[in-house]
């Protein structure tokens, strides 16, 4: 292909993975799969794809396609010890340690400079049920053969390095095993190296690092929970102690609304995301202030641990900045759901902010000024939405119904279209633009909205039948009208029922004044 065909792939490659990244923000797991699946089919050579393919079907907790991604990732980067080391913490996830054995000999054959593969070796010669003296003594000399390297790897970085990969040594040891088992999101290994981790610190000498510790547990087990109810539990507890170190931690707070968000409590997701996004801006008012408190928190009569930093801060940090948008973006969903419109608002705008190349948000934006009937504000956002991503429906619908209730209906219709063509599912706002439709008097729009709407099985569906047939009616096609309502209505509401009556006695009515043409 010609370079610039290329630099086309390049930018839809990019383009997808932005996509795919917004929608697992917003929970919407399948969407971002089939951005990931999409961007494999652009380049299915690509080790990078189908690693961050892997990484993400780990992330919600499908590790049989994890570790399929990841193989497929190995076997076209034959030099990536990462990726092997990271298919050896899966197997040993699934028990399957024969496998992970074989993993990790192939990814110290490749680099025998990775501390973790060392580590993650002598952590399976361990675990060897038939351990004997050899398998022992082995383990020990691969942690030997670790702490040699992360010594080095402080020299390099021309810390005064000491002896401080003896004493932290064991520490380090953790935190590193902790960090590849949290990389694919396997908790519970990823929980016994964190006990032990913080077993072996003493909170008030190194209060900064158990903060790390719990705070990097909290993290992944929150995002874990959506699959593993039993991980909700964990991430509250290490949330909750991170919070008794760091009252104004904002990730520890993005970890609880996580957990709530991902089991179902709103109320208390909002709340928690709320607290996070206030010590966000209290942190920015005040950074000189907390950086000085942070530095404190490492410093705190142990000198050793400056030198430690170095190691802990790659694995255990905190990245509640590049979360942040994530939550602006769930505490918008959750202000929607509740009508708090001008808040959801509020909440988008600082969100585009920080991410204006999300579609996701800007759609989500629109949305929210629409509701507030502020059409010109909602136009822009809606079309920087499908701007950045034409193909999502939702915001062509929008976009729809928004110039629709400019009383532009053929430019309405003409969004119309673009939505059908990126494919319809959601009913919801299928049924607004119905409603849309109708006030215009484009009853043929209203017939074809209403219609899609009832292939999508709404829970409105009896609302949708009355509409649609009401549609008719308008178009004089007496008897569709009348095989539309002849289904048997789904609600127990007699308020509906009582609608559905009146709009049959009309359409009867009608047809018995013999209006049977235009």
């Known amino acids: 292909s010609n370079p610039r065909q290329k630099g086309a792939e390049s930018n839809a490659i990019r383009s997808l993975g932005r996509h795919a990244a917004e929608h697992e923000a917003a929970g919407l797991v399948v969407a971002a799969e089939a951005y990931h699946k999409r961007r494999i089919a652009l380049s299915d050579t690509s080790a990078t794809l189908w690693k961050e393919y892997g990484l993400f079907a780990a992330r919600v907790g499908r ?34 340690y024969g496998s992970a054995r074989q993993l990790i000999d192939r990814a110290l054959l490749i680099d025998p400079t990775r501390a973790e593969a060392w580590l993650v070796s002598a952590l399976l010669h361990r675990r060897n049920t038939q351990a004997d003296d050899q398998s022992k003594h082995t383990a020990v000399e691969h942690e030997r053969e670790a702490s040699r390297l992360i010594e080095e790897a402080a020299c390099a970085d021309e810390a005064p390095a000491g002896d401080a990969g003896a004493l932290l040594g064991h520490q380090a040891h953790q935190a590193i095993l902790l960090n590849v088992f949290l990389s694919v999101n396997c908790i519970e290994l990823a929980c016994k190296h ?11 000498a190194d209060p900064g690092l158990s903060l790390r510790v719990h705070l990097a547990v909290a993290e992944a087990a929150s995002l874990a929970c959506a699959s593993n109810p039993d991980a909700a539990e964990t991430a509250r507890i290490h949330a909750r102690k991170a919070l008794s170190f760091d009252p104004a931690s904002a990730i520890a707070y993005v970890t609880l609304g996580n957990v709530h968000w991902y089991t179902g409590d709103r109320v208390a997701a909002k709340r928690a995301y709320s607290a996070a996004i206030a010590c966000k801006r209290a942190e920015r008012a005040s950074s000189t202030v907390r950086d000085d408190r942070e530095r404190e928190l490492w410093e705190s009569s ?7 930093r170095r190691l802990y801060v790659p694995i255990l940090s905190d990245n509640s900045e590049r979360q942040i948008w994530i939550v602006l973006l769930r505490l918008a969903q959750l202000q929607r759901d509740t009508l708090e419109w001008e808040k959801a608002a509020a909440s988008l705008y600082a969100c585009v902010e920080q991410r204006p190349d999300s579609a996701l948000a800007w759609q989500d934006l629109g949305e929210a000024l629409l509701e507030r009937s502020e059409h010109a504000l909602a136009e822009s956002a809606l079309a920087q939405s499908t701007t950045l991503n034409p193909e999502r429906s939702e915001a062509w619908l929008l976009l729809s119904r928004c110039l629709g209730e400019q009383q532009r209906s053929k430019e309405a219709q003409s969004a119309y279209r673009e939505a059908v063509a990126c494919g319809l599912d959601n009913p919801n706002l299928l049924t607004r633009l119905a409603e849309t439709f109708q006030a215009l008097h484009e009853f043929r729009m209203v017939q074809v909205t ?10 409105n569906k009896d609302e949708v039948q009355i509409l649609l047939a ?7 096609k007496f008897e569709e009208a009348k095989s539309v309502l002849s289904d048997p209505l789904s609600s127990t509401l007699e308020s509906v029922r009582l609608h559905a009556q009146r709009v049959w006695e009309e359409i009867e009515a009608a047809a018995g004044r013999g209006i049977l043409q235009h």
Do not use: G, I, W
């Open 63 to 96: 590790f049989d396609r994890a570790e399929e991604c990841l193989r497929r990732a190995a076997a076209l980067m034959e030099k990536d010890a990462n990726v092997l080391v990271k298919l050896a913490a899966l197997a040993m996830h699934r028990c399957a």
């Open 194 to 204: 964190a006990d032990v981790l913080l077993q072996s610190t003493d909170d008030q």
């Open 302 to 308: 142990n000198p050793n641990v400056v030198d430690a």
């Open 450 to 459: 209403a219609e899609a709407c009832l292939e999508l099985s709404p829970p």
């Open 470 to 476: 009401k549609s008719l009616q308008q178009q004089f």
